[in-house]
Structures are given as C-alpha cells and as structure tokens.
C-alpha cells in the first residue's frame, strides 16, 4: 500500500528546502573568504587610469587611448577570463572628468560602469579604485585638505554602484604617498582611508557589508606592516589591505640605465644598480619572509592581504628566465598562503608601457611560457612554500650581494645566540681589514665591528669568525659587510644559530621544484 503525505506536511517540507536554500544563497562570505576565492587577478592597465599634467581632457576616448592603448572592450574582459583570472583589477583616474562642484562627468561614469558590468556578469571580482588621482601633484596628494573632495568622489561611486552584487570591490586609493616633513604621514592616511569607509558604508544598498579594499601606506609593505599603520573602523568588520609587491626594485621596476641612490633615516647613502636577474637564494628568502610578514601582521589576526600590483619590466634588458621564475614563484606563494592573492599588473601592448604580458587586442600572450604557467596556477598547481620548512636551529647563506659582496639573513625577531661567517682574506696585514654586522636592537640599526685578525685560520687558508651574541636583542636581519680591505676580502657564507628550533625556508628544494 503507498503511503500518501499530508498535503499540509508537503508544502511545509517544500518550505523548509526552500528556506534552506535561500539562506544558504543569501549567506554572506566574509573577508577572507571572498579574497580566497578571487584567484588570480589581472589589472587593466594604462587604460581608464591614465592622466596628464598638461593636457584637458575632451572625452572620455583620449584619456583612455592616451598612453597608446586602444578602448577596451568586452571581449578583452571575457578573453582573459580563460587563462585562470578570477579578478580584474580596474584602475581609474577620475580628476579629468570632475568639475570646480567635484561632480563627477556622467559619460565618464556610464563609461567606468560599462566595464564593470562586463567584468560582473562574467562573474569575475572587480577592484574599482581611484588611481592617478594621488600621484604627487595631483590633487589627492594634498593629503587632509583634498578630505571632502574625497568624499564628494566617494559618494557618487558608491550611490552609482550600491546595487552591485559582492564581486564589486572598493579600493580606497593607489600608491598615495602622504609626508609631513620626513616621516609618513599615518595620520592623514588614516583620516581619509576613515571617511573611505564611513562614506561607502553610509550610501546603504549593498555597500553596507562590501568588501572595502584599504590602501597601506604608499602601498608599500614595509610601512604598512609597521606599528604606525592603522586600520579605518569598520562596524561589518569587511575590510582587507592593499599592497603592491615589487620587491626586490632593483629587478622588478628599475630600468637598466636608471641607478638611483638615496639617503636613509640613519644618514647612510645607498646605491642601487638596476639587475637584471632574479632567483637567488636570498631572493627566494626574503620573498618567503614577505609573506610570512604579511600573514604575521594582517592575515593571522583576520585580515586579507591584495597585492593589488606585482610584475617585472618587459621591455627593459630583464632575463626572460627569471621574469617567468619571479612571476611563478609570487604568484605560487599569494595562492598558496590563506587570505592573500595577487594582480598581475599589464599595460597590455608594448608602445604603451613596460610591464607587457597579455596581448588583450589579439588574445594572445607575449610569452607562452608565462601563459602556461598561469594556466597551471589556476588549476592549482602551484609550488607551496609550507612543504619546504625544515626544523632547524640554524640558518646560512652562501649568495653575496653583486654590488658590495656583503650577506643578509633576515631573522625578524628570532633569538639569535651566535653569528659565524668565512672569509677568504688575500691581504697579510690582517690588522689593516675588517667587517661590520648591522642589525636592529629596539628598532635603532647598531653596528658591529669585527677584525680580521679576530678570525680562526682554517685549512683552506680561510678565516672563521665566530661572534657571540646571546646577550644582544638583535631583530629585522643580520648583515655582514666588508668595511675596509677592498678586493682583498671575499666573504663566503654566513650562518646564524638560534636560541631555539624554527621552521627555516629550504630554498633549494623549492627552487628545484620551481624550475622544474
């Protein structure tokens, strides 16, 4: 016999499916959910962010096709959608086509949110930002003074997009470097990334839980890591930081015949010569610590991280092989570490600038070999740097510096009991040479001097130099230089030994499982 429901008990059971259904479709992701689930991301460069300092802008197809770039259309959206890219990031400058009321042109809007319904509908995340606007000169760079322009611009976005669903990402600005006489200026960053957040979050709609994307200082991550940086309030809790990873910029952004020096807080000169490789074992460390720094910092107390820009110049005398090796391993890191992704930033066509990846106009890559491997990174496979921990109280390092020979190992804040290096001394006053360890003590860089009539001669005709330095408080990296004895000192390798075990990045396991 077939046992029949009670029509009352079906439709109370249809309910419940339902209920279940919508709530599970109405459920919001949070901030790190969201990020994790963005990919890898892409920015349309040198397109709608482009601006000049001498030019008005008539319509909204010169600014676009200013830098040589021709107008993006929906197709270019789609296409790249199918090398791996979940996001795209979608800088804008707005200064153009604002009026003395800092009303926004309503063509140049129409013409931003064309783009962004092209990238939503194909269900892809866009970073919407204000990009040029805070270039030193123009008018964001002005810091708290430029706030209710800020907010002026803010407000008509947000109104514009509060329908839009939670692909739609907010970022508050790019690169803007605020100084009040030689300090960063935290403060006035603070202010504005504030009412950033209480102006988006004040027009209602769906802008009420968005995921808002705020800028670092100068998006640079040294100082957003720092303790003077602080986060905006946000009552929903849904915000993540922007940082541009283009680390180290000697390689990444320097152009070959552009050496550039500088002075730091301590008074010290520095020269940097543009390189043209990348892969070393120090290069591999310090971007595994990078990473280590930036979940430290946000991503472990519930924040994501966006690298909103990272790449390599093309169209400089860069190695090809390390620009694919730099890309692969940054962008295998950002997937591999929980709440944190990247954007690889592409000017698209080579008379237009100099980080040239994706041909967007002919949907085709300038480099095969950089498509396919992000084709493999899509597919999740990527090389994770937590498989290549190894359990150790100890750490060296055998690549030098190419400019001054010297050695670094980044400790962070380890506890370090012992300093050893080896050095090849072709000089036999050994009273007439030395060395200098650098390092922080309370956040103050102190020195070191070392002879090199303090060393152990070795077998080799090599001398070991052995410091103890159990009862200093040394944080941030340990540095050895050579400080006088010219040519005739070759430092060989450095090790450090801890006060405990750590987990130390094995480099040269994942480098061989990068190459391969």
Not at 7 to 27: A, Y
Not at 73 to 95: D, E
Not at 254 to 281: A, C, F, L, R
Request: glycine share 6%; charged share 25%; hydrophobic share 35%.
């Amino acid at each position: 016999m077939k046992y029949i429901l009670p029509i009352g008990l079906v439709i109370v059971l249809i309910l419940s499916v339902v209920i279940t259904i919508l709530s599970i479709s109405l459920k919001k992701k949070n901030a790190m959910q969201i990020v994790n689930d963005m990919g890898m991301g892409w920015n349309l460069g040198n397109t709608f962010d482009c601006y000049s300092a001498f030019e008005k802008m008539k319509t909204p197809d010169q600014q676009i096709t200013l830098w040589g770039n021709v107008i993006p259309t929906k197709k270019m959206v789609i296409s790249i959608k199918k090398y791996g890219f979940k996001t795209i990031r979608f800088p804008v400058t707005w200064m153009h086509f604002m009026n003395n009321d800092n009303q926004v042109d309503n063509n140049w809007m129409s013409r931003v949110k064309e783009v962004v319904n092209w990238i939503i509908k194909e269900k892809m995340y866009c970073i919407l930002n204000l990009q040029h606007d805070g270039v030193k000169g123009n008018w964001l760079s002005e810091g708290i003074t430029a706030k209710n322009k800020y907010i002026a611009l803010w407000t008509q976005i947000a109104n514009e997009f509060k329908s839009f669903n939670e692909y739609l990402i907010f970022e508050s600005m790019n690169e803007v470097e605020y100084i009040s006489g030689n300090q960063k200026d935290f403060i006035t960053l603070l202010a504005l990334t504030q009412a950033f957040v209480d102006t988006v979050r004040n027009t209602g709609g769906k802008n009420a839980d968005r995921l808002l994307l705020i800028s670092g200082m100068n998006a640079d991550l040294g100082f957003t890591c720092s303790p003077e940086y602080r986060l905006p309030i946000d009552p929903f809790k849904k915000m993540a930081v922007s940082i541009h990873y283009y680390i180290p910029t000697d390689f990444t952004v320097e152009q070959d015949d552009n050496p550039w020096s500088w002075v730091d807080d301590d008074g010290v000169y520095h020269e940097t010569i543009p390189k043209t490789t990348w892969g070393t074992e120090s290069h591999y460390k310090d971007m595994f610590n990078d990473f280590e720094r930036l979940k430290k910092s946000f991503v472990d107390k519930g924040i994501p991280i966006i690298l909103g820009e990272t790449g390599v110049l093309t169209e400089q005398k860069k190695s090809p092989d390390s620009i694919r090796e730099f890309l692969f391993a940054e962008f295998s890191m950002s997937s591999s570490y929980e709440g944190i992704m990247s954007c690889l930033w592409d000017t698209s066509n080579k008379k237009a600038g100099d980080m040239n990846y994706y041909d967007k106009v002919n949907d085709r890559w300038f480099d095969e070999k950089i498509k396919e491997n992000f084709i493999k990174l899509s597919k999740g496979d990527f090389i994770k740097p937590n498989n290549y921990f190894s359990i150790t109280d100890s750490e060296y390092i055998y690549s030098r510096d190419e400019n001054d020979g010297s050695m670094l190992i980044r400790i962070d804040h380890k506890r370090v009991n012992t300093i050893i290096f080896n050095a090849l001394i072709k000089w036999e006053k050994l009273w007439d040479c030395g060395f200098g360890i650098l390092s922080y003590v309370n956040e103050i860089l102190v020195y070191r001097s070392i002879s090199c009539s303090e060393g152990s001669l070795q077998y080799d005709n090599t001398y070991t130099y052995t410091v103890d330095v159990s009862n200093e408080t040394y944080s941030r990296y340990i540095h050895v230089q050579k400080w006088w004895g010219g040519n005739n000192v070759t430092i060989n390798y450095l090790r450090i030994f801890y006060k405990e075990n750590y987990n130390i990045f094995d480099y040269v396991e994942y480098k061989k499982a990068i190459s391969k």
